[in-house]
């Protein structure tokens, strides 16, 4: 049984596997794209691609269903000289959290739906 791809499914199929080998190998290497921005006692931190690659606390995880964003309130300071409270505020980056599994997943995937698209037509 071969599969007969017309050009733009081979396209699509390419460029998809390309965003998907992107998204793992900035959770691998940690890149991360940063932007920081700060008003008064507000910090912003805006990471592009990923957060890092922290696999550890990945198993109730799949991407897309991520935490994309993290909020915090630190104290700095002391009673000599005061407190000072900073409000953080950061977006985790659009591929946080897609490690080996998700990149086994989804590249796979285009081609099980192709498979079973295959088998459904042939009945």
Do not use: C
């Not at 499914?9 to 460029?15: C, E, G, H, N």
């Not at 691998?28 to 550890?56: A, H, Q």
Request: no cysteine; aromatic share 22%; net charge neutral.
């Amino acid at each position: 049984m071969k599969l007969n791809l017309t050009q733009n499914t081979k396209r699509f199929l390419i460029v998809y596997l390309i965003i998907v080998f992107f998204a793992f190998f900035v959770n691998l290497v940690g890149w991360e794209g940063k932007i920081y921005s700060e008003e008064g006692n507000y910090k912003y931190s805006t990471r592009i691609f990923t957060k890092g690659n922290d696999f550890s606390s990945k198993l109730n995880h799949f991407w897309p269903i991520s935490s994309y964003t993290d909020t915090s309130d630190d104290i700095y300071g002391n009673s000599d000289v005061g407190y000072k409270i900073v409000y953080t505020k950061q977006f985790n980056g659009i591929f946080y959290n897609f490690d080996i599994t998700e990149y086994i997943f989804y590249s796979l995937l285009p081609f099980i739906i192709l498979y079973i698209k295959k088998i459904w037509e042939s009945n």
